[in-house]
């Protein structure tokens, strides 16, 4: 297992050294809301977006920013979505697990808000900066207790309370329920999540969690935590030998919880991995949104 996370880890940087031309930021981030968090702490800007278009990334963002992805508003359910993307805090998915997720989640209906939370600054020089993802990476081993070492940003976590606060606070604007604002994050997203979830007072918590290959380790779950939805692969080199804490925790509370664990596609399989079980993932999200209340219904009158 630490061969194959150190393998990952070195493909990853591989993959960063090729695609280490910055690119201008894409379209959408010209519809981008400010969600006035401030500026991180030691900031190293401006953010650097890399990639290829319709896959890109980005490093070094020192502002939080909220990207809005409606449904047709024939096919509105009134629920909305708080997508934040993974990418170790030191960047971010934006496409894998942003971009990708929130047009799907629009085509079922659902108001998708993509989050471009606060990350640790790093290196600008790409060599320095492979060095620190590798690093990372290498640092996350999925064993029992490993993940609670891995301390969230408070400022991450404050981006996604100010993001579900804003969708609430433009609620008759995008034509949402106020009481069905979820949110859904990936990998560092889904540690996001997690906090945002159990630390966030109750009136600013998500009405519902989802968290895709997020850290197993247990924690504190309120009485009157929301229900939550967790996917993750066995074979994740990350946390498929950390055990199912998380889940034990939820289960302790005596509040719903929904467990995925895929045979294969280790972590990062985003939407899935193709010819991997992972493919169809979303579809028993979509059956569990609208098994708790939060599925179709006539959205709120404009």
Do not use: C
Request: no cysteine; glycine share 10%.
């Amino acid at each position: 297992m630490k061969t194959k996370l150190l393998n990952m880890a070195a493909a990853w940087t591989l993959g960063v050294t090729a695609a280490a031309a910055q690119l201008p930021p894409p379209a959408e981030m010209r519809q981008g809301i400010s969600l006035g968090t401030g500026v991180v702490p030691s900031a190293n800007g401006p953010e650097i977006w890399f990639g290829t278009p319709g896959n890109m990334s980005v490093r070094n963002t020192s502002e939080a920013s909220l990207v809005p992805v409606l449904p047709d508003p024939a096919k509105a359910t009134g629920t909305a979505m708080v997508i934040a993307p993974g990418g170790a805090f030191v960047t971010l998915a934006w496409d894998h697990e942003g971009m990708k997720v929130a047009r799907l989640l629009a085509d079922h209906g659902i108001a998708a808000f993509v989050l471009k939370y606060r990350l640790e600054p790093t290196p600008r020089d790409w060599p320095s900066f492979g060095k620190v993802m590798q690093s990372r990476m290498t640092g996350w081993i999925g064993k029992p207790g490993e993940g609670l070492r891995i301390v969230t940003p408070p400022y991450a976590v404050a981006d996604g309370i100010a993001a579900l606060k804003l969708v609430r606070s433009r609620a008759a604007q995008w034509h949402v329920d106020p009481a069905k604002v979820g949110m859904i994050g990936f990998s560092a997203g889904a540690r996001t999540t997690i906090r945002v979830t159990l630390d966030a007072a109750p009136a600013d918590r998500p009405a519902f969690s989802v968290m895709l290959y997020p850290p197993m380790e247990k924690v504190a779950v309120p009485a009157d935590a929301p229900p939550a939805f967790v996917a993750m692969a066995t074979d994740d080199p990350l946390s498929g030998r950390a055990g199912y804490g998380l889940i034990e925790s939820w289960i302790a509370a005596r509040r719903p919880i929904e467990f995925h664990a895929y045979q294969r596609s280790g972590h990062g399989f985003g939407l899935g991995k193709k010819d991997t079980t992972t493919e169809g993932w979303t579809d028993g999200l979509f059956r569990w949104i609208d098994l708790n209340g939060f599925g179709p219904k006539a959205a709120p009158s404009r």
